[in-house]
């Protein structure tokens, strides 16, 4: 759905539910061009904003509880702001709530509200809806009831949310990209200090396809959690902050302290902080060869020493190492499922999609999804044009 429609189907069923007309605003998801698992090790990421995430419409009222309602779910959720505490795992609740209740322990939310949110995001496809669903309720209560919040601000709530009500131990990387993303352009983002240097994208005959494998794990939120404590206990041994102040130098010095399991994924994380800042220097030259290159690195990476792809990645990753026509694929996201980004050239791109479908079909009864992807600005507000 175009984010136009979006819009509008979001202020329409408002309207109707409601009798009012909401204040809206869109939050996008983002891509990460490299940087897996890096965030949270304080290290470097490559990620960008797109046209796609979560449209919502918000709105004061007089009752004495909040109502959310997930349209693209069809379910409604009332709540009192100070009796908010986290429900079972992996309801889409959580991240409203967990947003609400984050915001309210620090601002004064002075009346109740009424929500709704729907997107054109692909869900649980590692282009973090999520975050773009709590990004857009921060910044819409910031706006409704003017709390003064900063961007940098309503990026913390927002993790705060997914760490303790989703129970998700992220890194910064998608609530910033979502937030702060700029159009045509991929940011180099240090995780520890939130510097950012801007890289205008223009790939000259080159596009970014992602590919959904359609897979979503059951236990992603467990590995994911669990890769992240690995990274913190090596870096306590150290006695440093993260993973991000240690040379490969000094890794092997602790190799025989460390399985072989946990060494390898120490050693991931501090290669791919170097390959992050090499790739940025690669999109400066424009030398997409060497750009592509280390995406396949990253991916290795991920899947051998990280540990946090899966079959079906894997099979969308080597099959395109043959092709003339895509300089670099590697899986993105949290893992164990949802997307491919390639870097392929334009006039490539029909091609690949009839050629990789019926093999990836024939292989795992599954069909998958294409997305191209336009790279956008951060949260905005949108204007609203429709009268009530
Ligand atoms: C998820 C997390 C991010 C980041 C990526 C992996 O998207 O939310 O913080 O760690 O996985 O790079």
């Known amino acids: 759905?175009?984010?136009?429609?979006?819009?509008?189907?979001?202020?329409?069923?408002?309207?109707?539910?409601?009798?009012?007309?909401?204040?809206?605003?869109?939050?996008?998801?983002?891509?990460?061009?490299?940087?897996?698992?890096?965030?949270?090790?304080?290290?470097?990421?490559?990620?960008?904003?797109?046209?796609?995430?979560?449209?919502?419409?918000?709105?004061?009222?007089?009752?004495?509880?909040?109502?959310?309602?997930?349209?693209?779910?069809?379910?409604?959720?009332?709540?009192?702001?100070?009796?908010?505490?986290?429900?079972?795992?992996?309801?889409?609740?959580?991240?409203?709530?967990?947003?609400?209740?984050?915001?309210?322990?620090?601002?004064?939310?002075?009346?109740?509200?009424?929500?709704?949110?729907?997107?054109?995001?692909?869900?649980?496809?590692?282009?973090?809806?999520?975050?773009?669903?709590?990004?857009?309720?921060?910044?819409?209560?910031?706006?409704?009831?003017?709390?003064?919040?900063?961007?940098?601000?309503?990026?913390?709530?927002?993790?705060?949310?997914?760490?303790?009500y989703a129970k998700v131990n992220c890194g910064i990387m998608d609530q910033y990209a979502s937030m702060f993303g700029e159009k045509n352009a991929a940011i180099l983002l240090d995780c520890r200090s939130l510097e950012s240097t801007v890289f205008n994208i223009d790939f000259k005959g080159y596009t970014l396809l992602l590919v959904n494998s359609h897979v979503k794990h059951q236990l992603a939120e467990t590995a994911y959690n669990q890769r992240r404590e690995v990274c913190e206990k090596i870096a306590k041994m150290f006695g440093v902050k993260a993973l991000r102040d240690i040379s490969e130098a000094d890794l092997s010095k602790v190799k025989d302290k460390l399985s072989t399991e946990d060494y390898q994924k120490a050693l991931y994380v501090i290669q791919e902080n170097e390959r992050v800042v090499e790739a940025s220097k690669a999109i400066s030259t424009n030398d997409i060869q060497a750009l592509g290159e280390l995406l396949y690195a990253s991916h290795e990476g991920l899947q051998h020493q990280y540990k946090v792809s899966c079959e079906e990645l894997d099979f969308l990753v080597n099959a395109t190492k043959e092709n003339e026509a895509i300089a670099g694929t590697r899986m993105m996201g949290g893992g164990f499922g949802g997307c491919t980004i390639n870097i392929i050239k334009q006039t490539a791109v029909a091609a690949f999609k009839e050629e990789i479908t019926p093999l990836y079909q024939e292989k795992f009864n599954k069909t998958p999804s294409f997305y191209d992807v336009q790279i956008s600005n951060g949260v905005s507000k949108i204007a609203t044009t429709i009268n009530s």
Request: charged share 25%; glycine share 8%.
């Open 1 to 164: 759905m175009k984010k136009q429609e979006l819009i509008d189907k979001v202020t329409t069923v408002f309207q109707e539910r409601f009798n009012q007309t909401p204040a809206l605003f869109f939050s996008p998801g983002r891509i990460n061009l490299i940087g897996g698992h890096t965030d949270y090790n304080e290290g470097f990421v490559l990620p960008a904003a797109i046209d796609k995430g979560i449209v919502v419409g918000i709105q004061k009222n007089d009752k004495d509880h909040c109502l959310a309602y997930a349209l693209d779910m069809d379910e409604q959720a009332d709540f009192r702001i100070d009796e908010i505490a986290p429900i079972e795992n992996g309801h889409w609740k959580n991240y409203v709530l967990g947003v609400v209740a984050e915001t309210a322990q620090k601002h004064s939310i002075e009346t109740n509200f009424n929500l709704v949110f729907a997107g054109n995001i692909p869900l649980e496809a590692g282009l973090s809806s999520s975050a773009a669903l709590e990004n857009s309720i921060a910044f819409g209560l910031n706006e409704l009831f003017g709390l003064g919040m900063t961007r940098e601000e309503m990026i913390f709530v927002s993790q705060k949310a997914e760490h303790k």
